[in-house]
């Protein structure tokens, strides 16, 4: 069995932020909203970006559905199912990935790093493969979001962890 940590930390060493209490005089916890920094407009064009590109993944995943089942000839019927389901679960993670990092989470700073890394590896043969138009749709949205994955405000406030699960 498990018991939840206790806090040995003395109220009166908190940070204080200026003008802002708890309505008893005293500063609020380091984990409300009060104290946490607000949020980066940087974050929101990153999560507008990866959430972008799981819509992608949702309209590729549509058309390959529709392609499959119209009867496009395929090699493998059950390998064009497994790749149906590859893409639909891509865009559900990248989904996740857009929403937490949003609310500030630091793990989907590395999902949504992995993903961009996807994204510039299929781009930048579909430049040099004389599709423009579609490499740079790639290309420039992935560059942007590594740029801005690394941006000192985003880090500051994507470093929330989360929670310890429930005991039983």
């Given at each position: 069995m498990s018991r939840p940590p206790e806090d040995h930390s003395d109220p009166s060493l908190e940070p204080r932020v200026p003008g802002s209490t708890d309505g008893s005089g005293t500063s609020p916890s380091p984990s409300s909203p009060e104290v946490r920094a607000t949020r980066p407009p940087a974050v929101t064009v990153l999560s507008l970006i990866v959430g972008a590109e799981a819509t992608a993944l949702l309209v590729a995943?549509?058309?390959?559905?529709?392609?499959?089942?119209?009867?496009?000839?395929?090699?493998?019927?059950?390998?064009?199912?497994?790749t149906l389901a590859l893409l639909l679960s891509f865009a559900a993670w990248l989904y996740a990935v857009a929403y937490f990092l949003f609310r500030g989470f630091r793990w989907p700073r590395a999902g949504a790093l992995v993903a961009q890394l996807f994204v510039l590896t299929i781009g930048f043969p579909t430049l040099t493969g004389g599709y423009i138009a579609a490499g740079f749709a790639m290309l420039v949205p992935a560059v942007v979001a590594?740029?801005?994955?690394?941006?000192?405000?985003?880090?500051?406030?994507?470093?929330?962890?989360?929670?310890?699960?429930?005991?039983?």
């Open positions: 995943a549509a058309w390959y559905a529709i392609q499959l089942v119209t009867g496009a000839p395929v090699l493998s019927f059950w390998g064009a199912v497994f590594v740029v801005l994955l690394f941006n000192k405000g985003v880090i500051r406030f994507a470093s929330r962890a989360g929670g310890a699960p429930p005991a039983l």
